[in-house]
């Protein structure tokens, strides 16, 4: 990729050479689609062409139209019909904590990566940014200007206002013409049951559901000493108190939610998974390792 972009760097892009997107949900046949091929016996028939991105298989290459147009481009055929991946990113005034990565930066890189991997392996991948309501809704695509148009609108993001993610995602769900992998990025600060109640009609259409909890250290542990002021970042509200007497009350309530996000997430066959900023976001990409 010529351009320089903040949320996939190039050193990104030379450590996801061993990775592919191969969610298990895929290799294991629970989406059907991708392997099912248009074509009659063992023949192929040419579809249309698709320009390269870096980790494409140079074999592909159509080397003819290379002479041409001194540019790469992939013959694609009706064999290789496409999955949609959708991303969903928590662009909420949360999302804002932390520092060196903020839960939004941290989010971001994950979602840059992840929507490059879904593109290089012929996919289409969709991005939607919420926090009360939807904010900006990218269909899915598949060719590497639409990539563009996703790494673009995401370094121009910033957290906005109060998390919303059940309505959020019901306003969602009429925009997703094709089901496929979803996945969600957020600090999850909503109801457990008013959110995956909105996860129901994803799941009838046979959605697979990939969960991403983005939290902090300091969310974690609270590690502050003395006396410090809280501020809510969504609702503006501060309380001052010692963090010691604090401490205790906190940790039981953040892992009662957490461990409600996990047991709701079992019983739905979705996958959850807690991601702290503090580990490096490619190591979230095993989840979709067949």
């Not at 290379?66 to 694609?76: A, E, H, K, M």
């Not at 129901?200 to 909890?213: D, E, M, N, Q, V």
């Amino acid at each position: 990729m010529q351009q320089r972009y903040k949320y996939l760097r190039p050193e990104d892009i030379h450590r996801l050479a061993g990775f592919a997107f191969a969610p298990k949900a895929v290799v294991e046949g629970y989406y059907a689609g991708r392997h099912v091929s248009r074509a009659r016996g063992s023949s192929v028939e040419f579809r249309d062409y698709r320009q390269y991105v870096p980790g494409d298989d140079l074999a592909l290459v159509d080397w003819r139209v290379f002479g041409r147009t001194d540019r790469f481009y992939l013959r694609t055929y009706d064999h290789e019909t496409s999955l949609d991946c959708h991303l969903f990113l928590d662009s909420s005034a949360s999302m804002g904590f932390g520092r060196q990565p903020s839960k939004l930066e941290y989010a971001s890189f994950f979602t840059a990566c992840l929507a490059y991997l879904v593109i290089r392996g012929g996919d289409r991948v969709s991005l939607q940014l919420f926090d009360r309501r939807i904010r900006t809704f990218i269909p899915p695509g598949g060719t590497h200007q639409h990539l563009n148009a996703l790494l673009n609108l995401l370094e121009r993001n910033a957290p906005g206002e109060a998390t919303s993610l059940a309505a959020s995602l019901r306003t969602a769900f009429p925009l997703l013409k094709r089901r496929g992998i979803l996945v969600v990025v957020s600090d999850f600060f909503d109801d457990p049951a008013a959110i995956f109640e909105a996860f129901a009609p994803y799941l009838h259409r046979g959605f697979k559901i990939y969960l991403f909890h983005v939290l902090t250290p300091a969310e974690l542990e609270l590690s502050e000493q003395g006396l410090v002021a809280y501020r809510d970042l969504e609702s503006g509200q501060r309380v001052t108190a010692h963090a010691a007497d604090v401490r205790d009350g906190y940790r039981q309530a953040l892992n009662r939610h957490i461990q409600a996000l996990r047991d709701w997430a079992t019983r739905r066959a979705i996958d959850y998974t807690v991601a702290r900023t503090d580990t490096h976001f490619h190591l979230l990409f095993e989840g979709f390792a067949p």
